[in-house]
């Protein structure tokens, strides 16, 4: 059993944050202006002027960075062959995080929607489960939704969202002067809310 990924999504249906451990395939980045900035390091948009990068004009010997492999050598020293430092990017999954992040909300809002209907409003969506993972939600009276994925056969998480908002969440970002909650042009991450989120679900037992 394992935890996959973290959503925190605002009133406006707008992902403002993203956190992931286990995933077998990282997704795509979002092209530019799919997201807000400050939702995640790990799937920041790629920039069009990003896509090709030009090598240096000028070669001076004296350089301790190689141009091309990454690797930091000696001075005078023999560079080494491309082919024995560059590491095969792993797989990506066929989405770009934007177009994820907008199907995630929206299966969380049809079965909520759903369960409403046929229930009552007095039923609540909490959580639902396929073959290959399960989907754990959260939503805060100001209209804030945490959304977990896991292992299929985890238990329910959904007392980890409300201990990630009540602790990590209030500390962090609610009553950090430097987030600008709803303001619909930043997301919420920072260093603090972060780390601190990352240490809370590593601790947690069925994180392996």
């Known amino acids: 059993m394992t935890i996959y990924s973290l959503y925190i999504y605002d009133r406006h249906c707008t992902c403002v944050y993203y956190q992931d451990w286990h995933r077998s395939k990282p997704p795509r980045p979002s092209v530019e202006g799919g997201i807000l900035p400050a939702v995640s390091h790990q799937v920041n948009p790629i920039r069009p002027d990003e896509t090709t990068v030009a090598g240096p004009t000028y070669t001076n010997p004296r350089n301790t960075l190689t141009s091309m492999s990454g690797v930091v050598v000696a001075v005078n020293d023999d560079?080494?062959?491309?082919?024995?430092t560059t590491q095969p990017a792993p797989p990506q999954s066929g989405l770009t995080f934007d177009e994820e992040a907008k199907l995630v909300y929206g299966v969380v809002l049809s079965l909520r929607n759903m369960i409403k209907k046929l229930s009552g409003k007095d039923e609540q969506?909490?959580?639902?489960r396929t073959s290959s993972y399960k989907l754990h939600l959260f939503e805060t009276l100001s209209g804030y939704k945490f959304v977990m994925l896991s292992d299929p056969n985890t238990d329910?998480?959904?007392f980890v969202l409300r201990q990630i908002y009540a602790g990590p969440f209030l500390e962090y970002v609610v009553r950090n002067p430097l987030v600008s909650m709803d303001s619909k042009e930043r997301g919420i991450d920072n260093e603090y809310f972060r780390t601190s989120t990352d240490r809370m679900i590593r601790g947690l037992s069925v994180f392996q």
């Open 79 to 84: 560079t080494p062959a491309p082919s024995a």
């Open 156 to 158: 329910s998480l959904r």
């Open 125 to 128: 969506f909490v959580n639902y």
